[in-house]
C-alpha cells in the first residue's frame, strides 16, 4: 500500500521561506513514483481545500494564481521525494498542507493528466503557519 508522509511544516516569519516535502513508499513496481502524477493541496480553517500545485511523470506542472512566482513543485524521482519551494510566504499561505498521488498500475501508461477525484493516496497533512 503506497504511503506518503508530509515533512516541514513550522511556523515562519511573512516573507521568509519554507520547503515541504513527501516522501512516497509501499510501491508495488520500481518506477511507479516516477509514473504518478502527483499535488500539494492545503486548507485552512473554514475554508475549503484547494489544489495548490501538481506535477505529472512528464513534469508538467500547475500552480494556483495566488502561488505562482513563489512556490516550486518538484520531484525526486531517485528518492520518491516530492517537494514544495515556498518562497515570500504570506499569512494567507497559513494552512495544513497535504500531498496526493495517482500511481498507474504496472501496466498502465505513466500519468500526464489527473481529475482531483483520481488522486487514491493522501499523506496525513503538515501545518504550515506565517505570522504577519
Known amino acids: 500500500q503506497v504511503q506518503l508522509v508530509e515533512s516541514g511544516g513550522g511556523s515562519v516569519q511573512a516573507g521568509g521561506s519554507q520547503t515541504l516535502s513527501c516522501a512516497g513508499s509501499g510501491y508495488s513496481y520500481s518506477g511507479a513514483f516516477a509514473r504518478s502524477c502527483m499535488a500539494w493541496f492545503r486548507q485552512a480553517p473554514g475554508k475549503e481545500r484547494e489544489r495548490v500545485a501538481s506535477?505529472?511523470?512528464?513534469?508538467?506542472?500547475t500552480y494556483i494564481e495566488s502561488v505562482k512566482g513563489r512556490f516550486t513543485i518538484s520531484k525526486d524521482n531517485g528518492k520518491n521525494i516530492l517537494s514544495l519551494q515556498m518562497n515570500n510566504l504570506k499569512p494567507d499561505d497559513s494552512a495544513m498542507y497535504y500531498c496526493a498521488a495517482l500511481v498507474p498500475s504496472k501496466f498502465g501508461r505513466a500519468c500526464r493528466t489527473f481529475r482531483d477525484e483520481e488522486l487514491t493516496y493522501w499523506g496525513q497533512g503538515t501545518q504550515v503557519a506565517v505570522a504577519s
Open positions: 506535477i505529472t511523470a512528464d513534469i508538467t506542472t
